[in-house]
T-cell receptor
Framework: DAGVTQSPTHLIKTRGQQVTLRCSPK?????VSWYQQALGQGPQFIFQ???????QRGNFPDRFSGHQFPNYSSELNVNALLLGDSALYLC??????????FGQGTRLTVV | DQQVKQNSPSLSVQEGRISILNCDYT??????FLWYKKYPAEGPTFLIS?????DKNEDGRFTVFLNKSAKHLSLHIVPSQPGDSAVYFC?????????????FGQGTTLQVKP
């Protein structure tokens, strides 16, 4: 079992660009959540997807959007990147009622 | 507004001694609490959890205590081992579910010295 896998592991983007991060959930999991972890802070909830629909959303602007595919994998898109978007982006998968398993994260640096 | 707070950014203990990590919360609607451990370059790993209907949960060397009246929980690691050195996050949920929107504290970096 590969667990939760995220790609890429590291990414450098320029202000104003757009970025797409990808997540493959643990086998058998149908729910994917995304978190942003800034340096020295705890992860902050961005949104959660279940059955290809956004189920819950945290306090993030509309520049942050996502998608879940029929195979339960997910993408996080961020438009018009700001320097403050530099962070570790974590994906967590679970069953709708179950423990969340995290991937290793994608380190995004905006310059 | 930080609803889950870990006021100690770091903690250093000697191998074999007890490590106590603390966490405070402000939202009385939280009814499920979790501790995660995070090594560098890895995602957080679930460690132990506790429901608000309990005041203690134990799993091997790890015990979590919950004081609802004080809105405080703590993680005890006994005995501490060098491999326990990591960042520990406290997280909370409301809605009687152990999935959904996790609210994390800022983390405490534990160093266990041999």
């Amino acid at each position: 079992d590969a667990g939760v896998t995220q790609s890429p592991t590291h990414l450098i983007k320029t202000r104003g660009q757009q970025v797409t991060l990808r997540c493959s959930p643990k086998s058998g999991h149908d729910t994917v959540s995304w978190y942003q972890q800034a340096l020295g802070q705890g992860p902050q909830f961005i949104f959660q997807y279940y059955e290809e629909e956004e189920r819950q959303r945290g306090n993030f602007p509309d520049r942050f959007s996502g998608h879940q595919f029929p195979n339960y994998s997910s993408e996080l898109n961020v438009n018009a990147l700001l320097l403050g978007d530099s962070a570790l982006y974590l994906c967590a998968s679970s069953l709708l009622q179950g423990e969340a398993f995290f991937g290793q994260g994608t380190r995004l640096t905006v310059v | 507004d930080q609803q889950v707070k870990q006021n100690s950014p770091s903690l250093s203990v000697q191998e074999g001694r007890i490590s106590i990590l603390n966490c405070d919360y402000t939202n009385s609607m939280f009814d499920y609490f979790l501790w995660y451990k995070k090594y560098p370059a890895e995602g957080p790993t679930f460690l132990i959890s506790i429901s608000s209907i309990k005041d203690k949960n134990e799993d091997g060397r790890f015990t979590v205590f919950l004081n609802k009246s004080a809105k405080h929980l703590s993680l005890h690691i006994v005995p501490s081992q060098p491999g326990d050195s990591a960042v520990y996050f406290c997280a909370a949920l409301h809605g009687s579910s152990n999935t959904g929107k996790l609210i994390f504290g800022q983390g405490t970096t534990l160093q266990v010295k041999p």
